[in-house]
Nanobody, 121 residues
């Protein structure tokens, strides 16, 4: 079994910064992909940013230039540095990982419990 634990959310004023972390633990051979998603009340969950095991990244257009995803493969941890935060960034942020748990298995999809980010105007 694999667990993802997020941290770093909170309340911040518009223009401020937060850094989210997500640490994966458990039976892990490799983590092919890690990503951050968010879901605001009444809206669908959306991809914020993702990063492959090789370090290739993608960011949603709405956060490009403000958010940066990174990962530490040795620690099985992914980060999301969020700068110039806006009220519309307010949402629950979820960590996602595609994990290989045995050398011969395919990848499985895991999610964290979420961390709340609230940006006040």
């Amino acid at each position: 079994q694999v667990q993802l634990v997020e941290s770093g959310g909170g309340l911040v004023q518009a223009g401020g910064s937060l850094r989210l972390s997500c640490a994966a633990s458990g039976s892990i051979v490799s983590i092919n992909y890690m990503g951050w998603y968010r879901q605001a009340p009444g809206k669908q969950r959306e991809l914020v940013a993702g990063i492959t095991i090789g370090g290739s990244t993608n960011h949603a257009d709405s956060v490009k230039g403000r958010f940066t995803i990174s990962r530490d493969n040795a620690k099985n941890t992914v980060y999301l540095q969020m700068n110039s935060l806006k009220p519309e960034d307010t949402a629950m942020y979820y960590c996602n990982a595609l994990v290989r748990v045995t050398p011969l298995s395919g990848v499985s999809d895991y999610w964290g419990q979420g961390t709340q980010v609230t940006v006040s105007s």
